[in-house]
């Protein structure tokens, strides 16, 4: 079992960047991770996905070259990068592990563990 924990989110303007991490109790070499965001009103949607040892990262159509998920599995620390946020990208974005081979996982279902989220607002 793993507990996580999200850190990083504010309140920021159009065009800027910030860094999510998502820091684990576990050995996170164990999970395959991803982090996905849900805005008010709306459904959890997928943002990025990384296997266990962390190659092969795959994107949402709506944040690819804008975001870049990393992990750095000797510190149990998950991250996303994102730059050029949007008003659009506001909603609470949560990170998430599943016990897994070397795969990828996309959806909400899928994954085990969750954070708490951390609230992400970009302002026009």
């Known amino acids: 079992q793993v507990q996580l924990v999200e850190s990083g989110g504010g309140l920021v303007q159009a065009g800027d960047s910030l860094r999510l991490s998502c820091a684990a109790s576990?050995?996170?070499?164990?999970?395959?991770m991803g982090w996905f965001r849900q805005a008010p009103g709306k459904e959890r949607e997928f943002m990025a996905a990384i296997s266990r040892i962390g190659n092969s990262p795959y994107y949402a159509d709506s944040v690819k070259g804008r975001f870049t998920i990393s992990r750095d599995n000797a510190k149990n620390t998950l991250f996303l990068q994102m730059n050029s946020l949007k008003p659009e990208d506001t909603a609470v974005y949560y990170c998430?592990?599943?016990?897994?081979?070397?795969?990828?996982?996309?959806?909400?279902?899928?994954?085990?563990?969750w954070g708490q989220g951390t609230q992400v607002t970009v302002s026009s």
């Open positions: 576990g050995r996170i070499s164990d999970y395959a």
């Open positions: 998430a592990a599943r016990g897994s081979p070397n795969l990828i996982f996309v959806y909400c279902t899928d994954y085990e563990y």
